[in-house]
Nanobody, 129 residues
Framework: QLRLVESGGGLVQPGGSLRLSCAAS????????IGWFRQAPGKEREGISC????????AYMNSVKGRFTLFKANANSAVYLQMNRLTPEDTAVYYC??????????????????????WGQGTQVTVSS
């Protein structure tokens, strides 16, 4: 089982930036599509971005397009989510998950996709003045 660890969350003012990272504790992410998700209190978990195994397909939910950027580190050691122009509506626990997708150029932001079997513990992002 892949053990994922998220980091980089914290408290930031509106308009600020954070960079979240997702890494596997004992492996690389070379063979996995990676999804980022978030869950705010009282709300369902939602998909915000994903990157395919080959790194060529990256998708974003509409509300973060132009503000968030997802990219892989060299050697597939980690996947990063750069978040800019944060708003209070971005406040949530952020999770990454790994999908051993049989199609290297595809990814999904559906948190209910059963291939997302490995999840991190989450990192809290709070946007507040």
């Amino acid at each position: 089982q892949l053990r994922l660890v998220e980091s980089g969350g914290g408290l930031v003012q509106p308009g600020g930036s954070l960079r979240l990272s997702c890494a596997a504790s004992e492996s690389t992410l070379e063979h996995y599509a990676i999804g980022w998700f978030r869950q705010a209190p009282g709300k369902e978990r939602e998909g915000i971005s994903c990157i395919s195994v080959d790194g060529k397909n990256i998708a974003y939910m509409n509300s973060v397009k132009g503000r968030f950027t997802l990219f892989k580190a060299n050697a597939n050691s980690a996947v990063y989510l750069q978040m800019n122009r944060l708003t209070p509506e971005d406040t949530a626990v952020y999770y990454c998950a790994a999908d051993r997708n049989p199609f290297p150029d595809l990814c999904t932001m559906d948190p209910k996709n059963r291939r997302y079997a490995d999840w991190g513990q989450g990192t809290q992002v709070t946007v507040s003045s």
